[in-house]
């Protein structure tokens, strides 16, 4: 048993190592699905810029979501990618550190972000005559500020926390990234305080946000279904149905992992499920939005310099 974590100079990420036959074949798929998730993104910032008709608190709202899908997603997969080639898998003490700082403090970031997005969409819906007085820009602003800054503090404190903890001989992390269960794997004796403060942020950056969500979609929900016509109805529920297929495919994939029971962890599927929550959502939330968003489909055509059906028949008849 080693004395203190200063002995330990580096890690070694397993990642998928225990595959060597398939490292190739995942080293395309995650390049593929990498530079699809930041062209993705990209696209999304771009036309909410440069079409004035979503200069809107909602597309601003995911212009940033797009930004810092980004910032998540690029500090795990090209780092994964480097480990799938590399016959050193090693990554040093400081970049084990840095990595799971930067990756708790995004995903609380967009935990608080999507609560803002939900909220935003309950004034729109629930408070139509106050939309513009209340969602000013100085409040949007704000809003993404804070989501920004609201988890640094305890979710640099869970990284110190971890990473001043006595290790033991092997430096093995049977993962492709410093994740927080596969890091505590790691530590020497008692781990109870780094799961109760890992808890803790869970409930305080996760599910406090998701309850606010599940709240503002409760009203939402009441006062779409008062609504008397069909269509009304549909173009009501049409302008949150992107964001919260969103909530459900991040909160859904995170749980999976997050709020297991211990005696139920396993090192080997965890790893597997987190596939889901660090991929998969990055890589969605652009094609969700751009699919079933019409006001993004049409600024993408315009964006790309795609004729609309519309215009196609116009110039025909012309």
């Known amino acids: 048993m080693r004395g203190n974590q200063s002995i330990v100079k580096n890690f070694l990420l397993l990642g998928f190592s225990n595959l060597p036959g398939l490292e190739g074949l995942f080293f395309s798929i995650f390049l593929m699905v990498y530079l699809l998730t930041l062209i993705g993104n990209m696209l999304i910032m771009i036309i909410t810029l440069a079409d004035q008709a979503l200069h809107s608190p909602m597309y601003f709202f995911l212009r940033n979501l797009s930004f810092l899908e980004i910032c998540y997603t690029s500090v ?41 997005m939900a909220y935003d969409r309950y004034v729109a819906i629930c408070q139509p005559l106050h939309y513009v007085l209340i969602m000013n820009k100085k409040v949007c602003f704000g809003l993404v500020v804070a989501s920004w800054l609201a988890g640094i503090p305890m979710q640099l404190g869970q990284t110190v926390l971890v990473f001043t903890s006595c290790f033991c001989d092997s430096n093995k992390i049977n993962h492709f990234f410093c994740d927080i269960p596969a890091v505590l794997n790691l530590i020497c004796g008692d781990t109870s305080i780094n799961e109760q403060v890992a808890l803790m942020e869970v409930v305080l950056l996760a599910l406090i946000p998701f309850a606010l969500i599940l709240t503002s979609y409760v009203c939402i929900t009441s006062t779409i279904l008062k609504i008397p016509s069909v269509e009304g109805r549909r173009k009501a529920f049409s302008t949150c149905s992107s964001h919260l297929l969103v909530v459900l495919v991040f909160y859904g994939s995170g749980m999976t992992v997050y709020l297991k029971p211990k005696s139920s962890h396993s090192l080997d599927t965890d790893k597997l499920l987190s596939l889901f929550y660090t991929i998969l959502p990055p890589l969605l939330n652009p094609l969700i939005y751009s699919l079933r968003n019409r006001e993004v489909h049409v600024a993408l055509r315009k964006v790309l310099l795609v004729p609309s059906l519309h215009e196609t028949v116009g110039h025909k008849n012309n």
């Open 76 to 116: 795990i997969i090209p780092n994964m990618l480097d480990n799938l080639l590399a016959e050193d898998k090693t990554i040093s003490f400081t970049a084990c550190a840095f990595q799971m700082s930067i990756f708790l403090i995004t995903g609380a970031a967009e935990c608080f972000l999507l609560a803002a």
